[in-house]
């Protein structure tokens, strides 16, 4: 962070976006000294930031708040579950871009993937379509934008094929969750559209990995970004919310090969 904080004022830069999870603890619990520089880091509060990063306090937080949620145990409480409960989800405590996720369908397969994940817990199993719901909002935790986005196809995590969508229910549920979480800056919210209605599963304070999606659809974050740095803008609640974005946009990401002579490498 010191390093950080110097070239910050070095080039005069007075915004830090984080990207990734392990970034955000990190650069939250120094938040107040960037901001006494006059730098704005794009991250919640530390406590925020913890209730979303640690996969058990965002399932409390889900309950608690009566967000509908697939049932998450620790592996200590598993004990209890009837053999019904299979399949499960096997996935770390503290973990992104689906790095050690796995289905287990029996006993067997959460005593094998355990020894594998890192503070492994189990969730409920669900069938459904999933939605990433991007969000940005103000100093005061209040709503500016939002993009809802289905996940066609994934791939190590990161959104291959998307499509947006418009959906009340999950306009809903997101001026729920962002009412009682009060985060700031750009967020996404997951979640499961099951024949039982949607089931939320993911809260990350952070730009999403499909967030160009969003972005191109019309909800454009960088820009209203700047504007309430300006003082320009207040956030508002979603109740008579107006979701300016494009509905039915399709992205397709693929990987494109380039071949040079070995000479025009840098060393």
Known sequence: MPVLMERCKELG?????????PELPVLAKAKDLFIQEGIIPLVSDYEVVMITYDKLQTAKFFDEYRIPAPRVFSLED???LPED???LIIKPRFGSASVGVQRCDTWEDVRFYSK????????????GEEVTIDVLC?????????????RLKVRAGEVERGI???????????SLIVEALRPFGAINIQCFLTPKGPFFTEINPRFGGGYPLSYYAGANFPRLIVKMLEGDLKGKGLEGFSAEYRENLVMLRYDEAVYIDKSELLD
């Open 13 to 21: 830069i007075k915004l830090v976006v984080p990207l990734i999870d």
């Open 78 to 80: 598993s004990g209890s």
């Open 85 to 87: 409960s299979f399949p």
């Open 116 to 127: 594998k994940v890192n503070q492994p817990i189990l969730q409920e199993f669900l069938e």
């Open 138 to 150: 103000d100093f005061e935790g209040r709503i500016l934008s939002t993009a809802q986005r289905k």
């Open 164 to 174: 947006t969508i418009k959906d009340e229910l999950l306009f809903y549920f997101t």
